[in-house]
């Protein structure tokens, strides 16, 4: 696509982390039964793809918790849908696409702790640690990457893109 200005994970690099990704929860949560929360909608294919790379007992669902518009986060965190299952006692796994200030993430776990859960962690594929305002644990974390904007596998600019099975950096064209 002539948007993109490279290729920054190509198909098979995204796979082959998700693979570990799912190796390391398996080991992890050993014996154990796990409920993976995606957040919508950038985390679906990731989601997707981990939930079958993980050989435990699962359950999950999603929530969409979050506005992001353009390119740069606004702060303000509102719950659009939420869960119906009751999560009291259960090992919750939040699953992102993309952590950036990690303000979204780290509200969302305090109404989680709040409802009761076991044990609250969290993976994402990719992480942007320069912006971070917030203090969060992120227990897996699949590519750390420089503070620039991406877009496909799920996450989009505008609504589009999400739907490259490759992850990209946009040309800056596409910002005016
Ligand atoms: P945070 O609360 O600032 O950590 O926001 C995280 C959310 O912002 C992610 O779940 C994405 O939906 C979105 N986001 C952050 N950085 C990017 C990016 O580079 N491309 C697309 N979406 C992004
Ligand atoms: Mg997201």
Do not use: C, H
Not at 8 to 18: G, P, R, T
Request: glycine content about 8%.
């Amino acid at each position: 696509m002539a948007e993109i200005k490279r290729v920054l994970f190509s198909e098979e690099e995204i796979q082959k982390k998700v693979n570990e990704l799912g190796e390391e929860i398996t080991k992890d949560y050993k014996g154990k039964k796990v409920f993976l929360l995606g957040i919508l909608k950038g985390a679906v294919p990731f989601m997707a793809d981990l939930m079958r790379k993980i050989d435990l007992d699962l359950e999950y669902d999603f929530m969409d918790v979050s506005s992001y518009e353009g390119t740069a986060s606004r702060g303000e965190v509102r719950i659009l849908k939420d869960i119906s299952t009751s999560i009291d006692g259960k090992n919750i796994l939040i699953v992102e696409d993309i952590i950036d200030t990690g303000v979204t993430l780290s509200y969302l776990s305090k109404i989680l702790s709040s409802r009761g859960a076991a044990s609250i962690e969290i993976v994402t594929l990719l992480s942007k640690p320069e912006r971070r305002k917030v203090d969060l644990p992120v227990k897996y974390n699949g590519f750390v990457i420089e503070d620039e904007f991406v877009i496909g596998y799920g996450m989009d600019f505008n609504e589009k893109y999400r739907g490259l099975p490759y992850i990209g950096i946009l040309d800056e064209s596409q910002y005016k």
